[in-house]
């Protein structure tokens, strides 16, 4: 079983080869998910690989954003460089450029967990299209794990320690929406770490602890996973190391089948590095939130009274050399260094250096007394120039000639009062699977309107649906029902005229603006959808303890949450999508499709939406502004960098 290790610049890259990684994942300065990390410029990555090779190491590049239809050549130029320089295999978010490095180059291509690989016929998908491994989404348990396993021989890599995204990755637009940071693009500023309310709570309610997999080794391997992963490109080489080293002997004493796989030693180690909490992960939990803070804290070793500058703490887990943090809830008092010997009674001596007002404390330990000469032993590193030069890699984009469309109007609907509302307006029905879909279905028909069922945002199992049209939100989805006539959800990322798999209809990513839409259109024959009404979608999540409300942000925005019929929580943006200024503009790009989200909204709201767009009634904007609450053109205007 393979050991994967997380670089984000050359001392992470050293450290990760001394604590006995097989293999490493790194990006370029371009097109990474983590473009705030250090990362390699293209002489770096070359010598980076160089270095890897000479300690059998296998080097994964990340080439794992989104990609607009304007950037497709310059990151398959970039994808063929990593051909030359020696790289193991390229990580790809994007299908679009996944089919281009498929079609064009001779390399392994793995599909990031981006993708939302979450269900046996994704990882089926994945497969037929000549991916080689599929990293899974966080969210599955070992039993889901083992039921993809089942039906597939891709390689499958699973997350077994870090931080865990609130939302399935690859489908959080809360940084995108809010700030016009991507998570998508690189650019996440984690507002999952951030306080909020939600009813009689607050804190950071979307902040989950980080996976600690080391139970679920022994279930892995007996599965077959063939990697484990170690989540923490913007973290430490200190942290890349210990995690390495430590999760090798775990993966050592499993194989050996011994039933100690961790020392209480290595798991101080571990929790000292870097530390918000640990969990077993979905891996093995149905919970997996810390939402007392967000920041890592060390090992937490209790509380202590500081009387005079002193503390007597009761702990076996420090030593002269160690470091301590005292916290007062939120606030990060000071910290500082151990100079005493434990006593023999299991009790440590504390003495500050500088004043700190008597009262309790929460004590953590953030430096353990091994770092400092490990830090030493990794020191600095330097890589000698080896020169890269890029090859122009030129996609064939022509002119399609599409022109002027009279775009229908679609609606997204979730109960039959708000689709009786909309009804008279509307070209196409997508209605949310539930159990008044059949009548929906029925009336639908005798009405002589298209309705087409809108399958689950998440679905480990793909359900079971007997429709000829279906809108899939999925890739699991989309391959089981490949057959069928498939529109596909914006969820499905359509970020450029090269996106598979090959749809009846493609609802554009709502991260593109003007120029994107456009460049996509001018490029395809394919129809097109573009979102102009709606909350849109700002996370999915597993998380069973967040309550249906407002979450409420320190701003004072209000995000409706509400748990769909599969017991995923789906959080909503504060403000509605709202482009009718723009529908004439649409139509000269030649949009087939506009849709309109008017699910779990009032059917007169839905109504009035509906009459409006139907009839381009600019003058009753402001009626249908004031019905609605806050709008926004969202990404249309300014995109995302």
């Known amino acids: 079983m393979e050991l994967l290790a997380p670089v984000g610049g050359k001392e992470t890259l050293k450290a990760a080869i001394m604590g006995g990684a097989d293999a490493v994942y790194l990006a370029g300065k371009d097109f990474g998910a983590r473009r705030m990390a250090q990362n390699f410029t293209d002489d770096e990555l070359k010598a ?12 994964y590049v990340a080439v794992n954003t989104l990609i607009k239809q304007s950037e497709l ?72 794990i083992e039921a993809v396993k ?69 279930e892995l391997m007996r599965i077959g996973v063939v990697s484990l992963k170690i989540e923490g490109r913007m973290r430490s080489p200190m942290y890349v190391y210990y995690a390495s080293k430590i999760y090798r002997s775990v993966i050592d004493r499993a194989a050996k089948g011994e039933k100690e796989l961790i020392t209480e030693r290595e798991r101080d180690l571990l929790e000292t590095v870097f530390n918000r909490g640990f969990s077993r992960g ?3 939990d149905e919970s997996v939130m810390q939402t007392a803070y967000a920041e890592s804290r060390g090992q937490p070793l209790g509380q202590g009274n500081m009387v005079a500058g002193s503390m007597t703490l009761r702990t076996e887990r420090l030593a002269r050399g160690d470091g301590i943090t005292l916290y007062q809830g939120d606030q990060k008092v000071g910290g500082f260094e151990v100079r005493s010997d434990p006593r023999k009674s299991g009790e440590v001596l504390l003495r500050s250096p500088f004043p700190i007002p008597d009262g309790l404390y929460q004590v953590y330990k ?42 229908e109007l679609s609606f997204y609907v979730s109960s039959l009062k708000t689709m009786e509302a909309v009804l008279p307006f509307a070209d196409r029905i997508y209605y949310e699977m539930s159990p008044s879909l059949d009548k929906a279905m029925a009336f639908c028909s005798e009405q002589g309107v298209e309705i087409v069922p809108l399958l689950p945002r998440i679905s ?14 999925t890739l699991g989805q989309a391959e089981r029902y490949r057959e069928r006539q498939l529109y596909g959800h914006s969820s499905l990322n359509c970020f450029n005229s090269f996106t598979v798999p090959e749809l009846h209809q493609y609802t554009l990513s709502v991260e593109l603006d003007r120029e994107d839409i456009a460049d996509i259109a001018r490029s395809t024959e394919a129809r097109i959808e573009v979102m102009v009404f709606g909350r849109a979608e700002l996370m999915v999540t597993k998380d069973p303890c967040i309550k249906e409300g407002s979450l409420i942000d320190e701003l004072g925005a209000r995000f409706q949450v509400y748990r769909d019929h599969q017991g995923y929580a789906h959080i ?11 529908l004439v503009e649409l139509e000269r790009i030649g949009v087939d499709s506009l849709g309109l989200d008017v699910r779990r909204r009032h059917p007169d709201l839905a109504g009035l939406a509906a009459e409006v767009f139907s009839q381009r009634d600019l003058r009753r904007k402001s009626a249908l502004r004031k019905k609605c609450g806050p709008i926004t053109s969202a990404h249309f205007e300014r995109g995302v960098p």
């Open 48 to 59: 980076a690989m160089a270095y890897a090779h000479q300690n059998k190491v296998k080097v």
């Open 73 to 144: 050549s310059s990151a398959l130029s970039f994808a063929d460089a990593l051909v030359s320089m020696g790289a193991d295999a390229i990580i790809v978010q994007d299908r679009g450029l996944m089919r281009c490095i498929l079609d064009n180059l001779d390399i392994p291509v793995h599909a990031s967990t981006q993708m939302g690989i979450h269900d046996p016929y994704a990882a089926l998908w994945a497969e037929k299209e000549g991916l080689q491994r599929a990293i899974l989404s966080r969210e599955l348990s070992l039993a889901q």
């Open 150 to 218: 089942q039906r597939t021989q891709i390689g499958l890599e699973v997350f077994i320690h870090g931080a865990l995204c609130y939302c399935f990755s690859g489908g959080c637009l809360f940084s995108s929406m809010l700030g016009g940071r991507s998570g998508n693009r690189g650019l996440c500023a984690q507002p999952c770490r951030k306080r909020y309310k939600l009813g009689d709570r607050e804190g950071y309610l979307l902040s989950p602890a980080d996976t600690f997999g080391v139970d679920s080794v022994p």
């Open 282 to 284: 979905y891996l093995m």
């Open 366 to 407: 953030t430096k353990d007394r091994e770092f400092e000469d490990l830090q030493g032993r990794i020191g600095t590193m330097e890589f000698k120039p080896s020169p890269v030069r890029r090859r122009e890699v030129e996609l064939p984009m022509r002119d399609r000639g599409r022109r002027h469309r009279d775009p």
């Open 460 to 473: 480990p199992e793909v359900p079971e649906i007997e429709s000829d049209q279906i809108m899939a939100c």
């Open 572 to 582: 909503l943006n504060s403000a509605d999508t709202f482009l009718l200024d723009h």
